[in-house]
T-cell receptor
Framework: GAVVSQHPSRVICKSGTSVKIECRSL??????MFWYRQFPKQSLMLMAT?????????EQGVEKDKFLINHASLTLSTLTVTSAHPEDSSFYIC????????????FGPGTRLTVL | DQQVKQNSPSLSVQEGRISILNCDYT??????FLWYKKYPAEGPTFLIS?????DKNEDGRFTVFLNKSAKHLSLHIVPSQPGDSAVYFC????????FGSGTKLNVKP
């Protein structure tokens, strides 16, 4: 099946720093990627939709200035958590939609962010 | 606004028996549903899908049933295996993909 990678898989940072997470589709070109976060024992929450070549669309309640999304190419989207705080600690997962298989998303393995 | 709901947070089943996971939705416009399986600290993996033109879709041990009038879908796993122990999310793909809250399945050996 299609492969989506995320880097890093785990990151620990100090409060106030910024962290960038990369999401890559390895064997298809993804015009649309999605970013989710999951708190412990909770569901995956859609944060934003990343569209190649245009601005991301954020879900209600998600601060666009805090979670910067860039989709610079058809295989790469990045999520930057700016001025991270302990409450941003979470499991962040991206997914990519294969345009040849519209109704299926392929998920990355996730990134565990811990803010001290 | 939770448009997809999984009301059972957990389910425990004996190996070899049937596991039934349920999902309810609110919007009758939804016409395509997917089930994903997720292990801890990993991303979800696609399991099975169903379109509203069908009421059943089967793939090996996994069968998804769709009841449009009740706005309800269910995932049946027969026979259940210990390796099936994971969190299962249902969701719809109406433009964006929204997950239900998940059901943690534990298959006991």
């Amino acid at each position: 099946g299609a492969v989506v990678s995320q880097h890093p898989s785990r990151v620990i940072c100090k409060s106030g720093t910024s962290v960038k997470i990369e999401c890559r589709s390895l064997d298809f070109q993804a015009t649309t990627m999605f970013w989710y976060r999951q708190f412990p024992k909770q569901s995956l929450m859609l944060m934003a939709t990343s569209n190649e070549g245009s601005k991301a669309t954020y879900e209600q309640g998600v601060e666009k200035d805090k979670f910067l999304i860039n989709h610079a190419s058809l295989t790469l989207s990045t999520l930057t958590v700016t001025s991270a705080h302990p409450e941003d600690s979470s499991f962040y997962i991206c997914s990519a939609r294969d345009p040849t298989k519209i109704d299926t998303q392929y998920f990355g393995p996730g990134t565990r962010l811990t803010v001290l | 606004d939770q448009q997809v709901k999984q009301n059972s947070p957990s389910l425990s089943v004996q190996e070899g028996r049937i596991s039934i996971l349920n999902c309810d939705y609110t919007n009758s416009m939804f016409d395509y549903f997917l089930w994903y399986k997720k292990y801890p600290a990993e991303g979800p993996t696609f399991l099975i899908s169903i379109s509203s033109i069908k009421d059943k879709n089967e793939d090996g041990r996994f069968t998804v049933f769709l009841n449009k009038s009740a706005k309800h879908l269910s995932l049946h796993i027969v026979p259940s295996q210990p390796g099936d122990s994971a969190v299962y999310f249902c969701g719809h793909n109406f433009n964006k993909f929204y997950f239900g809250s998940g059901t943690k399945l534990n298959v006991k050996p």
